[in-house]
């Protein structure tokens, strides 16, 4: 019968620390010590633990071969790897060890090369990168990870807090259920450590932003369950990828309210998208992962204060996000506001919070990486059964020199820039997806619709008497003159949309009839 059946403890003897992350490993090293647990070490690791006290058996004399080619080759060894593979039950395994003079070793502490990190640096060589793929390390974790009936396999020092503790509560001995868990946030490790590595050697240092490699090996770890996902019935959880270099929701920080659902990360998806967009203050009320408001303002109040009044009725049980930190006016505005689900912002001046948590339900959500930006290039994923869908993201943002005027009459320079702050939201409005602007504040929106002639005239009627003077942005082409004709009914004076159609000429001939401007992008922003 196997260790793991009969569910037993195991008693740590002999321990084998290799650690490139020292973080913790002192303290974790001398409770060993103190359980007089033996200890076997490598390299730089050997020389911190005996700096600070602890001894250590170098791991040359624990295998009888010396450390070689700087380092390259130290613990692939039998002596290694026989003392954590061997089952601890089997005769004949139990004479091997004998014959060979082998020992046991019950604990594998180690993390490997920081090949991610390394990645990471500004100005890093190949040759740094290559150094930092570790060999000797995944084998050993895959070893102990595979021996878990016998062997607690270490591999983070978020973990070492828990390891002395149930050490020091149970005479140095380690539950299965621990060696259990352990295994498998260790075989998850290595999977998404060659996972890093696989696509630096596939997809290159990012020279080729659009390339799409043969093979995509997705690692995410799960965050925490969710009460359910889309609706009561079903379920759900809420998983991170730990290396996104990029502005997270799985690391923001929840400073107040209720714990997030399936539907707010959804929609605090899509407004982080619209907001790090803007450099200039600006704010969006989302409902359903379309913006219902957005304005762009010289400060933060004034753009939520737009941004609000674009939709009040369809703010109600919104979710709110901001590109710059809540200052107290802001957020007396905010609180102020009825049913607020989430609100997303970088950071909150002192005291912010805390008035804002007297809404109890609110979440306050604090990411400061909102305002570093994109920090490279990456693809996103749409999952379909069975496989998944990958592209670039859309961050073309149109500049007043992609603009090609097509009517009669030529926008003025403030139609032009409230055209061109309007074709940045309406990328993220769901297609068919049509925006009013007045300003640099949306007044209608016209989202998901199945025609475009009906987009034009939701986003209208949300307008209202608003809509007069407008201008109106169209994330397509107008395939027919019908959505114009809609639009210059309700008193759009100019419009931004990508062209194309074999239908323009219609399109262009309406808007001149109506007096209205249009321009050109040569750029689509479809949403689906």
């Known amino acids: ?222 965050m925490m369950d969710l009460r359910y996902g889309e609706n009561p019935h079903q379920g759900a959880a809420v998983y991170t990828d730990p290396r996104a270099n990029m502005p997270t929701l799985s690391r923001a920080q929840v400073l107040g309210g209720k714990a997030l659902s399936y539907n707010n990360y959804g929609d605090l998806e899509a407004v982080l998208s619209m907001i790090l967009d803007f450099k200039t203050p600006f704010a969006v009320v989302c409902k359903h992962a379309n913006p219902c408001g957005a304005a762009e303002a010289d400060s933060l109040t004034e753009a939520y204060r737009l941004a609000y009044e674009a939709d009040p009725i369809s703010a109600y049980g919104s979710i709110i996000g901001l590109n710059k930190p809540v200052d107290k006016e802001t957020a007396e505005l905010l609180h102020e506001t009825k049913f607020v689900e989430c609100v997303l912002a970088p950071e909150y001046e002192e005291g912010v919070v805390e008035r804002m948590k007297k809404k109890k339900a609110r979440r306050i959500l604090k990411l400061p990486e909102i305002m570093e930006g994109y920090k490279s290039s990456f693809h996103q994923y749409s999952f379909l059964k069975g496989g998944l869908l990958a592209m670039d993201p859309d961050l073309y943002e149109v500049k007043r020199e992609d603009l090609k005027t097509v009517t009669e009459v030529a926008p003025t320079e403030e139609q032009i820039e409230s055209m061109l702050f309007a074709f940045k939201i309406v990328k993220h409005v769901k297609s068919n997806a049509i925006l009013l602007v007045q300003g640099k504040q949306t007044v209608g929106v016209g989202c998901g619709q199945t025609s475009r002639v009906d987009a034009s005239v939701l986003a209208a009627m949300k307008a209202g008497e608003r809509a007069k003077g407008s201008c109106l942005a169209s994330d397509a082409f107008f395939p027919m003159r019908d959505g114009v004709d809609r639009a210059a009914e309700a008193g759009v004076k100019a419009i931004i949309q990508p062209g194309g159609s074999k239908r323009d000429d219609e399109a262009i001939e309406a808007a001149n009839e109506h007096q209205l401007s249009m321009v050109f992008t040569g750029i689509r922003h479809f949403k689906h």
Not at 32 to 59: F, H, Y
Not at 94 to 112: C, G, P, T
Not at 155 to 170: A, C, G, H, R
């Open 1 to 222: 019968m196997s260790a793991s059946q009969k569910g037993n403890w195991i008693k740590i003897k002999r321990a084998l620390i290799s650690v490139s992350d020292k973080t913790g490993i002192v303290e974790l090293a001398k409770k060993l010590q103190d359980l007089d647990v033996e200890i076997i070490s490598t390299g730089g690791t050997k020389k911190v633990l005996k700096e600070n006290g602890i001894q250590v058996i170098p791991i040359s004399s624990f295998t009888g071969a010396p450390e070689i080619l700087d380092g390259r080759v130290k613990t692939l060894h039998p002596a290694v790897h026989a003392g954590i593979l061997y089952k601890r039950d089997v005769e004949d395994h139990q004479k091997e060890m004998k014959a060979h003079s082998y020992k046991d070793i019950d604990m594998v502490i180690l993390n490997l090369y920081p090949f991610e990190s390394t990645l990471k640096k500004e100005g890093v060589t190949e040759e740094e990168i290559i150094e930092n793929i570790d060999i000797g390390g995944p084998t050993m974790l895959r070893s102990a990870a595979k021996a878990f009936d016998y062997v607690a396999i270490v591999t983070d020092p978020s973990q070492y807090s828990d390891i002395i503790e149930e050490l020091s509560e149970n005479t140095a001995s380690i539950s299965y259920q621990t060696r259990l868990d352990l295994a498998k946030s260790a075989f998850c490790r290595v999977a998404d450590y060659d996972r890093a590595i696989s696509t630096y050697f596939v997809c290159g240092k990012a020279e080729k932003v659009s390339s799409f490699p043969e093979t995509i090996n997705i690692s995410v770890r799960k």
